[in-house]
């Protein structure tokens, strides 16, 4: 059960005559309940390319992705993505735009704002699900886009630098939202960021991936999002000796592949 990823390789063809892009190769990775798989890698190794052969939007050029022993081939209600801008209806209000993938799906109107209102609960909007979304803070706008993920009830939520947006002290907040919504949901998550911090804090697994041709160069498995879920402050885990040892380390690993991709 869960998602796998095997042997996975994605070559983009180009247009003119520029040599085609090896974006991924050989990429193998399993997403299992209750994981948290953070990716983490310079602009450009693949990130966004795995996100999308998860969803769905890309087909592989060789190698599979199984999803509970299926293949993936397309998108599918069981993979919800949220991305970096948050691509809302603007001409619809919070309770709308939260019930929209269910009205696709052909809910009928009570039913689905009821499921909903569930999750704006959750999603701490409760008194704004009147309201235009253009109205709101880009933090604000960030939580309507995970409940209408959250909505669908899918098995994988896929997460595309979703926070990158953020001002710092908004995105530590949403990284303990999203941290307390994965664990009352137990969704598997795909998440996807730039910033090492928050990749530690809130992955059960990381891989950091690098460019040219996209690989899987390191795993983690990390402790530090269940001490904070299990009572330990974020910024006493951020700041724990353990956390920041590893943080070097994996800054050390990025830094590398930059200057070497320089
Ligand atoms: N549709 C596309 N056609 C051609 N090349 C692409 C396409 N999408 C991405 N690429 C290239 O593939 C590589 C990986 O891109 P991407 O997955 O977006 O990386 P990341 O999200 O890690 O920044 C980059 O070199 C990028 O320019
Ligand atoms: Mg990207």
């Given at each position: 059960?869960?998602?796998?990823?095997?042997?996975?390789?994605?070559?983009?063809?180009?247009?003119?005559?520029?040599?085609?892009?090896?974006?991924?190769?050989?990429?193998?990775?399993?997403?299992?309940?209750?994981?948290?798989?953070v990716?983490l890698?310079?602009?450009?190794?693949?990130?966004?390319?795995?996100?999308?052969?998860?969803?769905?939007?890309?087909?592989?050029?060789?190698?599979?992705?199984?999803?509970?022993?299926?293949?993936?081939?397309?998108?599918?209600?069981?993979?919800?993505?949220?991305?970096?801008?948050?691509?809302?209806?603007?001409?619809?209000?919070?309770?709308?735009?939260?019930?929209?993938?269910?009205?696709?799906?052909?809910?009928?109107?009570?039913?689905?704002?009821?499921?909903?209102?569930?999750?704006?609960?959750?999603?701490?909007?409760?008194?704004?699900?009147?309201?235009?979304?253009?109205?709101?803070?880009?933090?604000?706008?960030?939580?309507?886009?995970?409940?209408?993920?959250?909505?669908?009830?899918?098995?994988?939520?896929?997460?595309?630098?979703?926070?990158?947006?953020?001002?710092?002290?908004?995105?530590?907040?949403?990284?303990?939202?999203?941290?307390?919504?994965?664990?009352?949901?137990?969704?598997?998550?795909?998440?996807?960021t730039?910033s090492v911090e928050e990749a530690l804090?809130m992955g059960?697994?990381l891989?950091?991936?690098?460019?040219?041709?996209?690989?899987?160069?390191?795993?983690?498995?990390?402790?530090?999002?269940?001490?904070?879920?299990?009572?330990?402050?974020?910024?006493?885990?951020?700041?724990?000796?353990?956390?920041?040892?590893?943080?070097?380390?994996v800054?050390?690993?990025?830094?590398?592949?930059?200057?070497?991709?320089?």
């Amino acid at each position: 059960m869960g998602l796998h990823i095997r042997q996975a390789s994605v070559i983009y063809p180009t247009a003119d005559a520029r040599p085609p892009v090896e974006a991924l190769r050989e990429i193998n990775l399993e997403i299992l309940q209750d994981d948290f798989v953070v990716a983490l890698g310079a602009s450009g190794c693949g990130k966004s390319t795995l996100l999308s052969l998860i969803a769905g939007f890309l087909a592989p050029t060789s190698g599979e992705i199984l999803l509970d022993g299926a293949m993936v081939n397309g998108p599918g209600a069981d993979r919800a993505v949220v991305f970096q801008k948050h691509a809302l209806m603007p001409w619809l209000n919070v309770l709308d735009n939260v019930a929209f993938g269910l009205k696709l799906q052909g809910v009928a109107e009570a039913k689905r704002h009821d499921v909903a209102r569930g999750f704006i609960r959750l999603l701490g909007l409760a008194d704004f699900e009147g309201s235009r979304v253009y109205n709101l803070s880009g933090g604000m706008q960030q939580r309507v886009g995970i409940a209408r993920a959250l909505t669908c009830d899918p098995k994988i939520l896929l997460m595309d630098e979703p926070l990158g947006a953020l001002d710092a002290l908004t995105r530590e907040k949403a990284q303990e939202l999203i941290l307390n919504i994965w664990h009352k949901t137990s969704k598997s998550v795909f998440f996807i960021t730039h910033s090492v911090e928050e990749a530690l804090f809130m992955g059960t697994k990381l891989i950091v991936m690098s460019p040219r041709p996209g690989r899987i160069t390191h795993r983690f498995d990390l402790p530090f999002s269940r001490q904070f879920l299990t009572g330990t402050p974020a910024r006493d885990v951020k700041a724990s000796r353990e956390f920041i040892a590893l943080r070097e380390e994996v800054l050390k690993i990025i830094f590398a592949d930059e200057e070497a991709a320089a």
